[in-house]
């Protein structure tokens, strides 16, 4: 696993360990980090703060996204991928797809390189999170509601 991917999984802990959805983020330009994130769905209320979202409002405007990979800890869902596909990222690297498929095949579909690390543990983070909050995964995937 590269030093990019741990730093994913580092962002995932510290959702974790805020009480949010354990899934992180980190966006890399020439070989270094200009952004992290991670989930703060649950942290900040809000429902568009997913990893990757959180990640690239930390990057900031870059101008130009076109030379950037995005790395998650799970394979982004289709608000993520639209960012993505919106700003031009090129490669998203994510740490897996077991528990949650995302939107790879529409990030293919556009021309982004779709790398699935397949990462004991990133599925062990979303397994125990799963087993310990179904409603608030639930949530986030958008298959029931709050209240």
């Known amino acids: ?3 990019f991917m741990k730093e994913a999984i580092n962002e995932a802990m510290a959702s974790r360990d805020k009480g949010g959805i354990p899934i992180g983020s980190v966006l890399v330009k020439n070989g270094k980090i200009i952004g992290r994130g991670h989930n703060l ?8 703060a997913h990893a990757e979202i959180s990640c690239m409002r930390d990057a900031g405007r870059i101008g130009s996204y076109a030379d950037t990979v995005l790395y998650s800890t799970l394979m982004p869902c289709y608000l993520c991928a639209g960012a993505v596909v919106q700003f031009g990222i090129k490669k998203v690297v994510a740490g897996e797809s077991e528990t949650f ?3 790879q095949d529409f990030l293919r579909s556009k ?3 779709v790398v699935d690390l397949d990462i004991s543990e990133c599925k062990m983070l979303m397994k125990e999170f799963i087993l310990e909050y179904p409603e608030l995964w639930n949530e986030d995937i958008g298959k029931s509601a709050p209240y």
């Open 41 to 48: 769905r649950v942290q900040d209320d809000d429902p568009l």
């Open 111 to 113: 021309g982004v390189e």
């Open 1 to 3: 696993m590269d030093q």
């Open 101 to 103: 498929e995302g939107a």
